[in-house]
């Protein structure tokens, strides 16, 4: 496991650790450079009614289809709608998305591998079981069997998304809590009379944290192009929301006649991927060094 | 041998019931009344009412069940409420076009992989090592459905070289079959990189070296062969992730086989065909797995007596 959470266990000294995960991560320039590209896509999705140019949905027909110009950077749609503020409402959709469906997925995820963990026995096995199911199974295809039950729309995409990172962090989890389940200071709990929920929550969960916040950035990813497929093929957001992958199947249709139809939200999912990807990397290696051999 | 087979085999059971409970349980867990989606919008609450006695949902829940287990043995699973067909007919059709688009993709991703992470394990720390693994965590984040449009756009649009999407010739699969294995190629490179720079600390390898046995040789006879063990269970855990993938692939180029199925029975709620297609897609990923376990032991003496 990881050296981060091993040191974490001396009470006391859990700071040392901190400072030895940050020197690394400082040292991965590839991270660093994804991760200020990240702060810089939040802070456009959150200041976007300040930084768009256009509003994103108010057609405008006198000006439809137009190239990539100094009024319109990145053109405009069949709508004549401004595909550059399109793209940064998007932002909003999309990180929305991903934030929120990995969160859901973390917390039922890390609470049910703590118990899994802690307890053992049958509600071990039964959590494993069922969380080995879901992980043998692509997401997309458990993400469309939960839109076929509740319907379309981006709200469901957040549970559908959701639902598939639940096993991964129920794993994670699981694996921490069997470790620091024999650590000293949990018997020591244990054995002035602490309840085993506090345990669980004081002593068990915050030694989960480190290899949850890795998972997390690389969860995102992956779950901001799940759901971008799935309004991609018309399960997700539905017109005329900004959402990148409704966007680029919009677009389909002028490919040829107006490339940067579909060039622009690919590209906006593509490089927003990449950088929950990079980070994620970035943040193992810093967390493990051992890993990075592989 | 024979024990595990049977513990596996047996351990499998489980798991199939609780596939189909929840499949089961899928009908029931929808907003309104199934057997009004089945009789139609337009229907009578007449009709409603005979629907509902002549599919037996009037009938208690376990015993709904049974026939449900009964009737999916006997390859029964209803009729499609779109087209009023046997739903058996509907996916028989398109099993084959998604059969072979995995397979071809696989192909792609196996070639591809293979070479981008042997490169990158023997020249590793150098710049072919950077390049391939730039490009490995690039396919990883590349959205295929856009890697399929710029495609379409380039070769079928432009230089007018392959069509642009449909079944039939060569030419067909070049494309699809291509953006759907490039992801997994991006795994497969990275996974084969550190499978392969394991193996290079091994004794034999270092043996191999030592004796004067020719670098190329090294990597191809000694290393490569094997590395292959954990690179074919590899290979049989992301057959899973291809027919997953196959799902929004199809739609990009109009691929008549069970995944664009899927999507169009979602979008106009044909319930009983998604039921049988997620049913066939899950037992289809349970069988998967159960053959790599089997072909892992197979491969790995150590494993296999234990």
């Known amino acids: 496991m990881s050296t981060l959470s091993t040191n974490t266990d001396m009470v006391g000294k859990t700071r040392k650790p901190l400072a030895e995960f940050w020197r690394r991560f400082m040292r991965q320039k590839v991270a660093l450079v994804a991760l200020g590209f990240l702060i810089l896509l939040i802070g456009a999705a959150v200041f976007a009614p300040w930084i768009a140019p256009y509003d994103p949905t108010q057609p405008d027909y006198v000006n439809v289809l137009q190239g990539p110009s100094a009024q319109h950077w990145a053109g405009t749609d069949t709508y004549g709608r401004d595909i550059f503020s399109r793209i940064i409402w998007g932002a909003r959709i999309s990180l929305?998305?991903?934030?929120?469906?990995?969160?859901?997925?973390?917390?039922?995820?890390?609470?049910?591998?703590?118990?899994?963990?802690?307890?053992?026995?049958?509600?071990?096995?039964?959590?494993?079981?069922?969380?080995?199911?879901?992980?043998?199974?692509?997401?997309?295809?458990?993400?469309?069997?939960?839109?076929?039950?509740?319907?379309?729309?981006?709200?469901?995409?957040?549970?559908?998304?959701?639902?598939?990172?639940?096993?991964?962090?129920?794993?994670?989890?699981?694996?921490?809590?069997?470790?620091?389940?024999?650590?000293?200071?949990?018997?020591?709990?244990r054995a002035v009379g602490v309840a085993d929920r506090v345990i669980m929550l004081r002593h068990i969960l915050p030694g989960t944290l480190p290899n949850v916040i890795v998972y997390f950035s690389m969860r995102i990813g992956t779950s901001i192009l799940t759901a971008a497929a799935l309004s991609f093929i018309g399960l997700g957001a539905q017109p005329p929301s900004p959402e990148w992958g409704a966007m680029l199947a919009d677009g389909r249709t002028y490919m040829g006649v107006a490339d940067h139809l579909t060039l622009f939200p690919g590209l906006a999912i593509f490089l927003t991927v990449l950088g929950f990807n990079l980070l994620g990397d970035g943040l193992r290696d810093a967390l493990d060094p051992k890993l990075r051999s592989h | 041998m024979l024990s595990f087979l049977i513990k596996r085999l047996a351990g499998m059971i489980p798991v199939v019931l609780m596939v189909m409970v929840a499949v089961f349980a899928f009908v029931h867990l929808l907003p309104g009344d199934p057997a009004r989606l089945v009789a139609g919008p337009e229907a009578t609450a007449q009709d409603v009412a005979a629907v509902r006695t002549a599919l037996g949902l009037d009938k208690p829940?376990?015993?709904?069940?049974?026939?449900?287990?009964?009737?999916?043995?006997?390859?029964?699973?209803?009729?499609?409420?779109?087209?009023?067909?046997?739903?058996?007919?509907?996916?028989?059709?398109?099993?084959?076009?998604?059969?072979?688009?995995?397979?071809?993709?696989?192909?792609?991703?196996?070639?591809?992989?293979?070479?981008?992470?042997?490169?990158?394990?023997?020249?590793?720390?150098?710049?072919?090592?950077?390049?391939?693994?730039?490009?490995?965590?690039?396919?990883?984040?590349?959205?295929?459905?856009?890697?399929?449009?710029?495609?379409?756009?380039?070769?079928?649009?432009?230089?007018?070289?392959?069509?642009?999407?449909?079944?039939?010739?060569?030419?067909?699969?070049?494309?699809?079959?291509?953006?759907?294995?490039?992801?997994?190629?991006?795994?497969?490179?990275?996974?084969?990189?550190?499978?392969?720079?394991?193996?290079?600390?091994?004794?034999?390898?270092?043996?191999?070296?030592?004796?004067?046995?020719?670098?190329?040789?090294?990597i191809w006879r000694h290393s490569l062969r094997n590395a292959l063990i954990p690179i074919i269970t590899m290979v049989g855990l992301q057959f899973g992730f291809l027919l997953g993938g196959s799902i929004v692939i199809e739609s990009v180029f109009a691929w008549p086989g069970v995944g664009r199925l899927l999507v169009d029975s979602v979008s106009y709620r044909d319930y009983p065909v998604i039921q049988a297609l997620v049913l066939m897609f899950s037992l289809q990923f349970i069988f998967i797995n159960l053959l790599v376990d089997i072909l892992y032991v197979f491969a790995n003496p150590e494993i296999r007596y234990k």
């Open chain 1, 96 to 189: 929305a998305v991903g934030f929120l469906s990995v969160t859901l997925g973390a917390i039922g995820g890390v609470g049910l591998g703590i118990i899994a963990g802690f307890y053992g026995r049958w509600i071990d096995s039964l959590v494993m079981r069922v969380c080995d199911l879901l992980l043998a199974f692509p997401g997309i295809l458990l993400a469309i069997a939960v839109i076929a039950i509740l319907g379309p729309g981006i709200t469901n995409v957040i549970y559908a998304v959701a639902i598939f990172s639940v096993p991964v962090f129920a794993r994670l989890a699981r694996g921490t809590t069997l470790q620091l389940k024999q650590a000293v200071y949990v018997d020591a709990a």
């Open chain 2, 61 to 218: 829940l376990p015993q709904q069940f049974l026939t449900y287990v009964g009737n999916t043995l006997q390859g029964d699973f209803g009729m499609s409420l779109k087209t009023r067909r046997p739903v058996v007919e509907e996916i028989g059709m398109r099993l084959m076009p998604t059969v072979w688009l995995t397979l071809f993709a696989m192909v792609w991703s196996v070639a591809i992989g293979l070479l981008i992470g042997v490169v990158s394990a023997v020249k590793r720390g150098r710049w072919p090592d950077y390049g391939g693994m730039i490009l490995a965590v690039s396919g990883i984040s590349f959205p295929p459905f856009w890697l399929g449009l710029l495609l379409i756009n380039l070769f079928s649009v432009r230089l007018g070289w392959l069509p642009t999407g449909g079944y039939g010739t060569w030419q067909h699969f070049l494309m699809p079959s291509f953006t759907l294995g490039l992801g997994v190629a991006a795994v497969m490179a990275r996974f084969t990189r550190s499978a392969f720079i394991e193996i290079a600390r091994e004794d034999y390898v270092r043996t191999a070296r030592a004796k004067g046995v020719p670098e190329r040789s090294v």
